[in-house]
């Protein structure tokens, strides 16, 4: 008699699968129409046509759903933040530094809705912490490898951490803006920052 395989133990249902997408894709059609405070999970339910109990069969709360739709766009944004060549600064503003905004101006109002005072909490933490892990890993060479012995690696885990909270400063309070700069002028301002350089002296640097 032919033995039966076993499936996978790590293997997902499809049917979860689906039923998860349907939830994401809802919660981020909601978070781009209104302020993230007042979704609720039957509002979500609703616009996913499930039942709220099969929402909480798969998300602990509101936040940890939107965290889960918003994990891949987050990734995305982390890895356009690691290609920017923040530890080497030169005098003109990397394309990859406006890459990285244009990529924020894109979905504006999603990031408005999510880093706003109506938004997650969990969000931005989330956000903070990716950026500062990509900012972490430019860093390490320039810190001896992020060796310990002389207190480096706190000290590189809080510059990374304040570069990290100056972008999400940023693009919480440029997404805002009536009449926002575009993102390239954003970058520039942005790199001129990161340079120690103020904007007054902007106009004098060499090209």
């Not at 919660?27 to 109990?53: K, Y």
Request: with cysteine; proline share 7%.
């Amino acid at each position: 008699m032919p033995k039966q395989r076993t499936p996978p133990a790590d293997r997902v249902d499809p049917r979860v699968l689906r039923t998860r997408a349907l939830l994401r894709e809802a919660a981020l059609a909601i978070a781009a129409e209104r302020d993230v405070e007042s979704m609720t999970i039957a509002d979500i339910a609703e616009r996913a046509t499930v039942n709220r109990a099969t929402v909480y069969q798969h998300y602990r709360d509101r936040d940890a759903l939107l965290l889960d739709a918003m994990e891949e766009e987050v990734g995305r944004l982390a890895r356009a933040a690691a290609r920017c060549p923040l530890t080497h600064p030169a005098q003109r503003t990397p394309g990859e530094l406006a890459e990285l905004f244009r990529h924020v101006e894109a979905n504006a109002t999603l990031y408005r809705r999510m880093l706003g005072p109506g938004g997650s909490a969990r969000f931005v933490n989330r956000l903070r912490e990716l950026l500062a892990e990509e900012v972490a890993a430019q860093l390490v060479p320039e810190n001896g490898g992020g060796r310990d012995g002389d207190g480096a690696a706190p000290l590189l885990e809080l510059r990374a951490h304040y570069l990290a909270g100056a972008f999400v400063g940023v693009f919480t309070r440029w997404v805002a803006m009536p009449g926002r700069p575009a993102a390239e002028r954003v970058a520039e301002e942005v790199w001129r920052l990161l340079r120690g350089a103020s904007s007054d002296r902007g106009a004098t640097d060499p090209p």
